[in-house]
Nanobody, 118 residues
């Protein structure tokens, strides 16, 4: 079992930055691929970014590529999402997730709200 707790959300103006954190507890964090997803009001949850267990491989949705950076610190059991040049359309609840493979996310956090004002 892995427990995930996100933090760092908030209200920011367009063009601003936020850094989300996701602290993991439970089984060995370093075994898991970690990902960030988001869900805007009235929309389905969508993939944002993921990072390999070692941190050496990252992948981003086209909508955030060049603006968001995912990273992890396995010593701290934490994954981060640095979000720059935020846009109003980035407004959503952001969730982190953990999985042994990228095609199956086994554990989810409770989400943190990000609101970008225009």
């Amino acid at each position: 079992q892995v427990q995930l707790v996100e933090s760092g959300g908030g209200l920011v103006q367009a063009g601003g930055s936020l850094k989300l954190s996701c602290a993991a507890s439970g089984r060995t964090f370093g075994n898991y691929v970690m990902g960030w997803f988001r869900q805007a009001p009235g929309k389905e949850r969508e993939f944002v970014a993921r990072i390999s267990w070692s941190g050496g491989i990252t992948y981003y949705a086209d909508s955030v590529k060049g603006r968001f950076t995912i990273s992890r610190d396995n010593a701290k059991n934490t994954v981060y999402l640095q979000m720059n040049s935020l846009k109003p359309e980035d407004t959503a609840v952001y969730y982190c997730a953990a999985g042994l493979v990228t095609t199956a996310w086994d554990y989810w956090g409770q989400g943190t709200q990000v609101t970008v004002s225009s």
